[in-house]
């Protein structure tokens, strides 16, 4: 699948999978850097996954960051869920990814929980079956959504109709495979405070309780 061109406002969602000090020997001894891992996505079908290194956390973040940024894809939703079952490979890491019913959630453990979810899927089985390597992991994650295939080009490349699929029945539905616009991005906008939380004019800072109608202080008893 090709990459995906996204309007940068629209991602809303980056988190940084894996945050580690390498070092590389040289000729004046080791220059040590870090890596970062970064996933960044809008939660409505787009993904992307970049990797930066720096000598310095935040720079570091920041590349990686732009890289996922350049390498988006669009990932084909059905509802909450992905279309069918995929095995995505990256090294010695396999990821087994399946489609789950509405309100099954995120089965997956912490590297792959972070793409899936940064591209939007909800209801989602997954199960490791190679290397734990976070890195690894994310990219064989990756993988295995740029690899799923919409249903309509299947029909298309075999010369049949939709209908005439093997599939599901609630599968064969055109609309289901219509591309996804990223979400407009609400601007949150503040209550109106009550009366009580207001700032009192300029001439009323300086007036006691008294002259306000309170009880103001009372003189000590006297024994």
Known sequence: MARFNVDPDALKIEKTVQLKPVSKTVKGGRKRRFSSLVVVGDGNGHVGVGMGKSASVPDSITKGSQRARKSMIEVPLINTTIPH??????????????PAAPGTGVIAGPAARAVLEAAGIK???TKSLGSSNATNTVYATLQGLKELKRAPKIAKARGKELNDLAIPVSLKEASLYEPRQPEPIVEYQAEEKPDRFR?????DRGRSRTAQGGRGRQPARQR
């Open 85 to 98: 079952m995929i095995i995505g490979r990256m090294g010695a890491a396999r990821v087994l990814l399946k």
């Open 199 to 203: 700032k009192k004019p300029e001439g």
């Open 123 to 125: 209801d989602i089985l």
